[in-house]
């Protein structure tokens, strides 16, 4: 008999457990779903012909009737922002805000009755960090961002987390700051991100260029570039200044010179003064020649055509 009411408590153990699995397992299951501030979330369950949109807090938000009739206008807060779609047979939801954040239940009664949940949350896109250099010396670095629903806020080196900070209070700014090694600055990173969104800032230059003292080897050889490179460029625009100074003075002196080539390789002839024939009579007694015989100015070429003029009384007046 004592075995017999054993077996009996098992059955009645073993039938409570499968009802329990049952109605555990009848529940919907919560899927979570993200949205972004300012866009239009799709509500991944559809409503042909009837069915309801319900919010944890406002019960039923929209309803689909028979013959694609739908009501979206049952709550004010979601007026004119919530749609049916009765091709595509979804919900959406506009301009979302971070207020619209909950638990939404699609509801369909087109065959039977089936419910889809959601846990939908908002967030916001987050803005780039900034980072600022404390001290120049010691190259102290401070990255901060606006806080935000679940924002972390990370220094990284390479692909290694160095520093993270997080707040639940939506209403601070988060930051960290960070000693830099100089040798290895440009590996360093800020990353501000939440499940929607990533922004990346890294260290400023000036955070290694204000301290000549902490200069790496790296450095100084760059240097050294330059000043050999301002030094070629110096000497080679002497080479040229001079190089055209030397050609001007030369050019110079070569047309000071040519006039007296020019004088030099002219050639005078000697002037003779041949008497007349004893067959040819002085030409005397013209006024021409009387007038000009003594004048000293007289060009060789004016002399001789004076010599071949005629006498007065050689003239034929017959």
């Known amino acids: 008999m004592l075995f017999s009411q054993r077996k009996k408590l098992k059955v009645t153990l073993l039938h409570l457990f499968v009802l329990c699995s049952a109605q555990h397992s009848a529940q919907p299951e919560t899927r979570q779903v993200k949205g972004i501030v300012g866009t239009v979330f799709y509500f991944p369950e559809r409503v042909l012909n009837s069915g309801n949109l319900l919010n944890q807090h406002f019960g039923s938000i929209a309803q689909v009737h028979p013959v694609k009739k739908s009501n979206t206008n049952l709550e004010k807060r979601f007026q004119n922002r919530l749609h049916w779609n009765n091709v595509t047979g979804f919900f959406t939801l506009s301009d979302l805000q971070i ?42 670095a401070v990255c901060s961002v606006e806080n935000g629903r679940e924002v972390t ?50 260290v400023p230059h000036s955070c290694i260029e204000s301290d000549p003292s902490k200069m790496t080897d790296g450095d100084e050889r760059t240097q050294d570039c330059l000043i050999i490179a301002v030094i070629c460029v110096l000497v ?5 200044g001079l190089t055209i100074y030397l050609k001007k003075r030369r050019n110079g002196h070569s047309r000071a010179d040519s ?35 003594d004048n000293p100015n007289l060009t060789v070429y004016y ?16």
């Not at 080679?236 to 040229?240: D, E, I, M, P």
Request: hydrophobic content about 30%; overall charge negative; charged content about 25%.
């Open 259 to 293: 006039p007296e080539r020019e004088q030099d390789d002219v050639q005078y002839a000697e002037i003779t003064h041949i008497k007349p024939a004893e067959n040819q009579e002085e030409r005397t007694g013209i006024p021409e020649l009387e007038s000009l015989k």
């Open 236 to 240: 080679a625009s002497g080479l040229v």
């Open 153 to 202: 806020l990370s220094w990284y080196k390479g692909g290694e987390i160095l520093n993270q900070t997080s707040s639940p209070d939506h209403n601070i700014t988060l930051s960290i700051p960070l000693k830099v090694d100089e040798q290895n600055r440009d590996s360093y990173r800020c990353e501000a991100a939440n499940p929607v969104s990533k922004e990346t800032a890294v």
């Open 99 to 140: 207020d619209d954040s909950g638990v939404y239940t699609v509801e369909n009664t087109d065959e039977g009755k089936t419910t889809h949940t959601f846990q939908l949350t908002v967030y916001y896109v987050l803005s780039k960090p900034q980072v600022t250099v404390h001290d120049k010396i010691s190259c102290s």
């Open 303 to 318: 002399t001789l055509q004076l010599h071949h003029m005629p006498a007065s009384k050689d003239v034929d007046t017959a």
